[in-house]
Structure formats: C-alpha cells, structure tokens
C-alpha cells in the first residue's frame, strides 16, 4: 500500500463512531485477514485508528473478521 | 439511561421458530430486569470468519436495550454461559461513545457557523496586504 498522499478517511468522511457491525469498512484496514494496517502506511489519524482497532478487536470475536491470514 | 448493544451468535442448527423462541426468551429476561428493548435485529444466518465449536455458520441477532443499571446485561449474559445454543456473545455500552459523536458533531457545526466566515475575511485581508508589501 504505497501512497503519495496520506490523509485520514475517516477525517474527510466526518466518521464520529466506527461501528463494528459495519464490516465493509473495516476489511480495507486488516488485508486478507491479517494484522492491521499501522497509521502510518494507511494515514489514518490516532483518534480514529484507536476507534478502528477497537471496532477490528470487536469484530474478531464475533467472528466477523478473522484472527488469521487466510 | 444507559444504552447497550447485545450481539449473540447462536448455533446454525436452530430452526427459525428456535430462534425467534430464544429471541423472546432474551428479551423477556431484560425486561425482567427493567431494561427496555429498544431494537431486535436479526441478521440471519452468517459465515463465521473461522469455526467456533465447529460450526462454520452463525445466526447474529443484535439486541439493543435501555436500561438505567447494567443488571439485565449481568444477568443475559450469565444465561447466555449456560446455554448451548449460543456459541458467541458480546455486549457493549454504547450511549457514551453516541454521546460523544453527538458532541463532535455539533461542535463542527457551530464552527461552520460562525468563526470560517471571519476567518476567510482575515485571509483576504492578509492577501491584499501581501500584494501591497
């Protein structure tokens, strides 16, 4: 994932509250199921990659997203 | 008020009248407790991202209730230990994050309102400066 400019999606979007239920907008942030994508390859800003990573934890334990790569 | 988000995942093998059955059950259980349903949603059946007790699909239902103590989700989620047919659960307080949504947006709305205007007319002003300079 290289990117020249970086921004906050969720920023631009005026996201206040991830939820985790929304599955659609968390798969871009853990690629084939693996770990997360870190802030600084996916620009997202520390208040929300905070809120992401929760959603992605909350997520995984419904089995939603997976633990492991596929 | 608090407000509380119930997910359970129950077991793929129940028949849809089970499952409405159980439906019943947790919310007769809340309003036991004083908690106020305030949405059902059933999701249906749903591929597990890996198995769980060997099953690769659940049935997600969504419980969101309303209550003024956390005593009908102690309680839910004790039953919800015992039963067989529930392979995953997860509760969360929801109200304060909401809360705090809320306050992010109105606190960007009043800002659209009134500061940007004058903050473009300072912009101006500086630009008109600079040319003269």
């Known amino acids: 994932m290289v990117r020249r400019r970086r921004y906050c999606k969720f920023c631009s979007d005026k996201v206040d509250y991830i939820d985790y239920k929304d599955v659609r907008t968390l798969t871009p942030y853990v690629p084939e199921g693996s770990k997360m994508t870190p802030r600084r390859l996916s620009g997202v800003c520390s208040s929300h990659q905070r809120k992401l990573s929760r959603a992605i934890k909350r997520a995984r334990h419904l089995a939603l997203l997976s633990y492991i790569p596929d | ?133």
Request: neutral net charge; proline residues 3%.
């Open chain 2, 1 to 133: 008020m608090r407000r509380y988000e119930v997910a359970v995942v129950l077991a793929p093998t129940l028949t849809e009248e089970e499952v409405d059955q159980s439906i019943e059950t947790f919310q007769k259980i809340a309003e036991e407790k004083q908690a106020q349903v305030a949405d059902v949603d059933n999701w249906g059946k749903r591929k597990l991202a890996y198995p769980i007790n060997k099953y690769t699909e659940g049935i997600y239902v969504i419980l969101t209730l309303e209550e003024p103590a956390a005593e009908s989700v102690a309680e839910l989620e004790r039953r919800f230990k015992v039963m067989e047919s529930v392979i995953r659960f997860l509760t969360i307080r929801v109200d304060l994050d909401l809360k705090r949504a809320e306050k992010f947006k109105s606190r960007r709305q009043s800002k659209k309102r009134s500061p940007t205007s004058t903050g473009e007319t300072d912009k101006i002003q500086t630009k008109s400066v600079a040319v003269e300079d």
